[in-house]
T-cell receptor, first 115, second 110 residues
Framework: NAGVMQNPRHLVRRRGQEARLRCSPM?????VYWYRQLPEEGLKFMVY????????ESGMPKERFSAEFPKEGPSILRIQQVVRGDSAAYFC?????????????FGPGTRLLVL | QKEVEQNSGPLSVPEGAIASLNCTYS??????FFWYRQYSGKSPELIMS????GDKEDGRFTAQLNKASQYVSLLIRDSQPSDSATYLC??????????FGKGTMLLVSP
C-alpha cells in the first residue's frame, strides 16, 4: 500500500524559471494539503485541495504560486519565476476526508533549490 | 503571540529516561492536537493525536491535553537513541489545516 508520493524529490531551478511539484495522495484519499518548510523555520500551511476544488488557499503567496488537484492525476503545486527565497522543502499530505479529526499523512517532500 | 509555541531545545535526556515535550497554543477554538516526529531531512511522521482533555497512551508515548490551560504535552518513556529527532506540535482550528510549532529537538544519549 503506497503512501503519499511526491516527485521530484529534489529540484534545482535558476531564478526566473518555473517549478512544478507533484503529489499523488494515498489510495482512497481525496484531500490534499501542501506545506512549506523554510530552513530553520516550522512547517507552514499553503493550500488545501479536494478533487477539482481549492478549499483553503489562505497560506499561499498571492503571486507566482498556484495549485490544482484535477479529477485525474496528481496534485500540482506550481511556482512561476522562482526566486532564491522559494528554496525550501515542500511537503504534501493527504487524508481520506476533511474534518478536524482526520489524520494527515505526509509524503517525502520535494527539496527545491533556487540558484 | 505565536499560534503554537514550543521550546526549540535541544532537550537532552539519557537513554531510558522520560522525555517531556511541551506545547502551548493561543487559539481557544483549536479542536484537534497532534504530535509529529521529524528526523533530519525527512518528512513528518504522526506519533499521536488527541482531541479531548486528559491523557492518551500508545506504547511508550503519552499525550496530555489541557484545554483550559491551552497546553498539550508528549511524554516518551524509556527514551531510546532512535527517538532523537525534532518533535512537532500541531493543532487544527478550522477546516482541516494544521498549524505547526517550530518543533523541539530531542537528543537521547546512550
Amino acid at each position: 500500500n503506497a503512501g503519499v508520493m511526491q516527485n521530484p524529490r529534489h529540484l534545482v531551478r535558476r531564478r526566473g524559471q518555473e517549478a512544478r511539484l507533484r503529489c499523488s495522495p494515498m489510495k482512497g484519499h481525496s484531500h490534499v494539503y501542501w506545506y512549506r518548510q523554510l530552513p530553520e523555520e516550522g512547517l507552514k500551511f499553503m493550500v488545501y485541495l479536494q478533487k477539482e476544488n481549492i478549499i483553503d488557499e489562505s497560506g499561499m503567496p498571492k503571486e507566482r504560486f498556484s495549485a490544482e488537484f484535477p479529477k485525474e492525476g496528481p496534485s500540482i503545486l506550481r511556482i512561476q519565476q522562482v526566486v532564491r527565497g522559494d528554496s525550501a522543502a515542500y511537503f504534501c499530505a493527504s487524508s481520506p476526508a476533511g474534518g478536524v479529526q482526520e489524520t494527515q499523512y505526509f509524503g517525502p517532500g520535494t527539496r527545491l533549490l533556487v540558484l | 503571540q505565536k499560534e503554537v509555541e514550543q521550546n526549540s531545545g535541544p532537550l537532552s535526556v539519557p537513554e531510558g529516561a522520560i522525555a517531556s515535550l511541551n506545547c502551548t497554543y493561543s487559539d481557544r477554538g483549536s479542536q484537534s492536537f497532534f504530535w509529529y516526529r521529524q528526523y533530519s531531512g525527512k518528512s513528518p511522521e504522526l506519533i499521536m493525536s488527541i482531541y479531548s482533555n486528559g491523557d492518551k497512551e500508545d506504547g511508550r508515548f503519552t499525550a496530555q491535553l489541557n484545554k483550559a490551560s491551552q497546553y498539550v504535552s508528549l511524554l516518551i518513556r524509556d527514551s531510546q537513541p532512535s527517538d532523537s529527532a525534532t518533535y512537532l506540535c500541531a493543532v487544527i482550528k478550522g477546516y482541516s489545516t494544521l498549524t505547526f510549532g517550530k518543533g523541539t529537538m530531542l537528543l537521547v544519549s546512550p
